[in-house]
């Protein structure tokens, strides 16, 4: 990953290039243009193009495999642009990627610092692969120690750390040469709740204390919709939508959910709730499970328990919220991304033999 980003090359594809090779002068800390990855007849990432602002946390949501983490990978000169241009603080990935690696922090999904150097070792390495002169290095490990409250333990060995830990040093390895824009790939997968709050609180701090844009991909809508200004929704590899969180939210027919679960339906029930008074749309999720879209909760609500007692159907759960990030994901895409991550994580479970899926 180190020599990756600090090697001399960058491997060649037929990309296109950013109109000027040297740093722009836009307000745009990057610029994604009808950027295109295949591998042979497969594209992974088909023409997509967004602007991430200065200064903003911008996201990038969508199920395993939907393309964010390629994008990533192409934005920080890892692998080479198909079709398109990518800029990353004015300059084009392509035929200035030495400039592009200096100017950005880049954590992967998987934890890749030494597990037998302590917390200030390895920011230390990273900080002189980096020429970070020697005065500024300790001032920097020091601030970023507490930036990520692991001052206590930076004599502590990686392997001694929990998870939540690990993450924290990589974060912090990742901002040591103080970059201009921070790219964070599925920064929570595999942590805690308690350790994935922790890390949302510590990059909210960061960025408060720091001039720095943050890209970051996900597929926690909580985490989207806590820590980005605006939200691109990837999916197969496409840009279906993107807009601010509550904008977002705001295009979905209806603003409350009301999910309720019956012990038994008439055969044409799901025709009555959709009668109900503003409802917009109505999912069966399973027998007897629906799923409801309403602009108007309290009154649709109010309407679905008059037509049960009337109708003699039992109401075995009810709750009514607002419009999230989900139902944003359900309207661009058809089906639930919850429901995609599940269907991934059965693909690569081994099945033992006497155990059901």
């Not at 709730?273 to 069966?284: A, F, Y």
């Not at 007897?288 to 309407?303: C, E, F, M, V, W």
Request: glycine content about 8%; hydrophobic content about 40%; aromatic content about 6%.
């Amino acid at each position: 990953m180190i020599a990756d980003l600090l090697g001399d090359g960058h491997s060649g594809g037929s990309s296109s290039h950013a109109p000027d090779q040297g740093p722009s002068p836009s307000p745009n800390a990057i610029e994604v243009e009808h950027i295109v990855k295949k591998y042979g007849d497969f594209t992974a990432v088909d023409d997509i193009s967004f602007q991430v602002r200065e200064g903003e946390i911008f996201g990038l949501l969508g199920p395993n495999g939907a393309g964010k983490s390629t994008l990533i990978r192409m934005m920080t000169t890892l692998i080479p642009i198909t079709a398109g241009w990518a800029r990353v603080a004015g300059y084009d990935v392509a035929t200035n990627p030495d400039a592009a690696r200096r100017a950005i922090g880049v954590i992967p999904q998987a934890l890749t610092s030494d597990l037998d150097l302590t917390i200030e070792e390895n920011l230390n390495i990273y900080a002189k692969l980096y020429d970070v002169p020697a005065k500024k290095r300790q001032a920097a490990i020091e601030e970023l120690l507490q930036l990520v409250d692991l001052t206590k333990w930076r004599s502590a060995q990686t392997k001694t750390l929990s998870g939540g830990m690990r993450r924290r040093l990589e974060i912090a390895r990742g901002l040591v040469h103080s970059p201009q824009i921070f790219f964070l790939d599925e920064p929570t997968t595999g942590l805690d709740p308690v350790s994935r709050v922790g890390v949302w609180e510590m990059l909210t701090n960061i960025k408060a204390h720091r001039q720095l844009t943050i890209l970051i991909t996900t597929h926690y809508m909580d985490e989207a919709d806590r820590l980005c200004d605006r939200i691109a929704i990837v999916d197969h590899g496409k840009l279906v939508a993107l807009d601010t969180p509550q904008a977002l939210k705001a295009s979905v027919p209806g603003s409350n959910v009301i999910e309720v679960q019956f012990a038994r339906v008439p055969a044409d029930w799901e025709k009555h709730l959709r009668q109900l008074s503003g409802v917009t749309q109505v999912e069966t999720q399973a027998p007897g499970a629906y799923r409801i879209l309403t602009a108007d909760g309290s009154r649709t609500t109010t309407q679905l328990v008059e037509a049960t007692v009337d109708a003699g159907v039992t109401v075995k759960s009810l709750s009514v919220q607002n419009t999230t990030l989900d139902d944003v994901f359900v309207h661009y895409t058809g089906r639930q991304l919850r429901d995609e991550l599940q269907k991934a994580y059965a693909f690569v479970m081994p099945q033992r033999p006497g155990l059901r899926p």
